[in-house]
């Protein structure tokens, strides 16, 4: 049933993570912390998220999130409160890299 065009804008909200792992010493043990990471974005902010990057090296992760809402404001604060909770939460982990982008 096609109801017309749409009025609302969508937003979508693309965060990219660079993560240094510096406790990592093998793949099992970085794929350990990154699943870790990973559950709890998901779980704590309700996005999308999975690495995107780098998955054969031991010490560096690369992760992407994705958001969507009707509101570019509250989608660039939900991927900026992703990279904060990441500082303040996961000593374990070292943030070398972000970028945010609204499409």
Not at 48 to 72: F, H, K, L, P, Y
Request: no cysteine; proline share 3%; net charge negative.
């Amino acid at each position: 049933m096609d109801r017309g065009p749409l009025t609302e804008t969508m937003i979508i909200g693309s965060l990219t993570i660079q993560l240094r792992l510096p406790l990592a010493h093998s793949l099992k043990e970085k794929r350990s912390v990154v699943k870790s990471v990973l559950a709890k974005l998901r779980n704590e902010f309700n996005v999308s998220v999975a690495e995107v990057a780098e998955q054969d090296r031991w010490q560096t992760a690369v992760i992407g999130v994705a958001s969507v809402s009707s509101d570019a404001r509250y989608t660039r604060e939900q991927l900026q409160a992703v990279v904060n909770w990441v500082y303040e939460h996961r000593p374990d982990v070292e943030v070398t890299a972000t970028e945010i982008e609204l499409l």
